[in-house]
């Protein structure tokens, strides 16, 4: 990303986590709005995700969210991660997910879990490459975790 970029956490709307959403569409398989009502989506992302941005000027164009929300405090789960089309393969994905991994190491949470396509093989690569391993899977989906060491004092 240029000298334009900048990265954040939590500073998108709703409107502007819905056109994102729209925006990498057609980069999820299936579909993301195969599978969800993206507006009803981006709003609750907004309202409850924990959201790590990517921004070019007023445009965002990499997103990971993750929920942290487990009553006992046990797990995260990662349940988005997206770049525009001409921003991925430049490290953004990586980027994020590594502040999201650090995010919930600091809140003293044991684990992370993502759900990933098995057709996405570049974002199975991603996750491998940043320490998730292979818990269970469904017909079409891979569950991967990352079990997260306590920081030393």
């Known amino acids: 990303m240029s000298d334009k970029s900048a990265y954040s ?5 709703a409107s502007e986590i819905t056109a994102h959403l729209f925006r990498v569409d057609a980069g ?6 195969s599978r969800v009502d993206i507006r ?6 907004h309202d409850r995700a924990v959201r790590f941005e990517a921004w070019m000027g007023e445009e965002l164009v990499g997103l990971v969210a993750s929920y942290c929300n487990q009553p006992d405090g046990s797990k ?13 393969g430049q490290g953004i994905a990586g980027r994020l997910m590594r502040e999201c991994i650090e995010h919930v190491r600091g809140l003293e949470v044991g684990q992370i ?10 974002a199975i690569a991603l996750y491998q490459n940043l320490g998730f391993n292979m818990l269970r899977e469904t017909s ?4 991967m975790i990352k079990i ?6």
């Open 40 to 45: 009803a989506y981006a709003q609750k992302l």
């Open 148 to 153: 997260l060491e306590r920081k030393a004092l």
């Open 76 to 88: 995260a789960f990662v349940t988005s991660v997206s770049v525009w089309p001409e921003f991925q």
């Open 9 to 13: 956490i939590n500073l998108s709307g």
């Open 113 to 122: 879990e993502l759900e990933v396509d098995k057709l996405s093989l570049s």
């Open 140 to 143: 079409s989906t891979f569950i």
């Open 28 to 33: 999820f398989e299936p579909t993301l709005s």
